[in-house]
């Protein structure tokens, strides 16, 4: 299923794209598209069977904003240098084990928000990436098969990050990460089902048209099973928690100088296979 949540900021209602493209109403199903939901295989099945015996209304999708398919997200894990390819045009060797850092859920916006350079950013820097979301509580987990287990859906993230703020600045790379409006998500969450091979996706991102990303999660150094297996054996993922796997090469830090970071006015487009397609307007805090 491709479930997602439109409407106005703050109040979006939960819907469905059905196979042939039609929005179909889930409100009078479901409240919200969250981890509740996903955790419970009752209320995921009802949803199955009503768009199966085409029991949904469908709604007018004309001028209504995608919102991010998830709310009320626990926490976002992050795995920074997860592609061999990025490794190597950054110059970094790959890691032995994965590279983890958090993400604040309130940097999550829907796949066609705006975002914000910050103020004072001179290196804010695009990535393309395949988000995990969680389905089942996964603590201590002992192989990657389970942790394909627990993984309830896909979708599409934007992990945006501020260079300077990030390796510069001291600290942790919490500063070039958490910027308001740094973690655009959707348009979609896509059940597992539909993706019977999260290591055979193929990503893209595009800045003012031009092909600046072009990767595949082949790539990973560490596969979606595996990642979600390590983290759970440093904290607990619940339903609704959000794993961004990391992105391929082809960032602005990794280009040549002048690096080609993004400013005002620019245009980001991205896409996963299967997962959809965002599309964002830069703009200035």
């Known amino acids: 299923m491709k479930l997602l949540r439109v409407g106005t900021a703050g109040r ?17 199903l479901v409240a919200d598209i969250d981890g509740t939901l996903l955790a419970d295989e009752d209320a995921l099945g009802r949803i199955r069977n009503a768009a199966a015996a085409g029991d949904l209304p469908a ?11 998830l709310a009320r997200i626990g926490k976002i894990v992050c795995i920074g240098l997860n592609y061999h390819d990025h490794a190597r045009e950054t110059g970094a060797e790959p890691p ?17 928000d705006t975002v914000l350079i910050p103020r004072g950013s001179v290196k804010t820097d695009w990535e393309v ?9 996964a603590r201590y987990l002992e192989s990657a098969e389970e942790g394909l287990a627990h993984v309830a859906g896909y979708a599409v993230a934007h992990d945006v990050s501020e260079r300077e703020f990030q390796i510069e ?15 655009p998500l959707g348009p979609w969450l896509v059940t597992a089902d539909e993706v019977p091979d999260p ?8 800045v003012n048209g031009e092909l600046k990303q072009d990767g595949t999660t082949a790539e990973q150094i560490f596969p979606v099973g ?7 054996r440093f904290m607990t993922l619940y339903p609704g928690d959000v794993v961004n796997t990391g992105t391929p090469a082809g960032v602005a830090m990794g280009h ?26 830069l703009a200035q805090a």
């Not at 990436?129 to 509580?137: D, P, S």
């Open 12 to 28: 979006e209602r939960p819907a469905l794209l059905d196979p042939d493209g039609t929005l179909r109403d889930l409100s009078g």
């Open 59 to 69: 709604l007018d999708a004309t001028g209504l904003r995608t919102g991010p398919p």
């Open 96 to 112: 032995a084990e994965p590279v983890v850092f958090l993400k604040a859920p309130d940097t999550v916006v829907g796949p066609d």
């Open 129 to 137: 990436e395949l988000a995990v979301v969680i389905g089942r509580t």
């Open 169 to 183: 600045r001291g600290g942790t790379w919490d500063k070039g990460k958490n910027c308001e409006t740094f973690n």
């Open 199 to 206: 290591q055979d996706l193929s990503l893209r991102l595009w």
């Open 226 to 232: 595996e990642v979600v297996r390590y983290v759970s």
């Open 256 to 281: 040549p100088e002048p690096k080609p970071y993004l400013r005002a006015g620019d245009v980001v487009e991205l896409e996963v296979t299967g997962l959809g397609r965002q599309r964002q307007v």
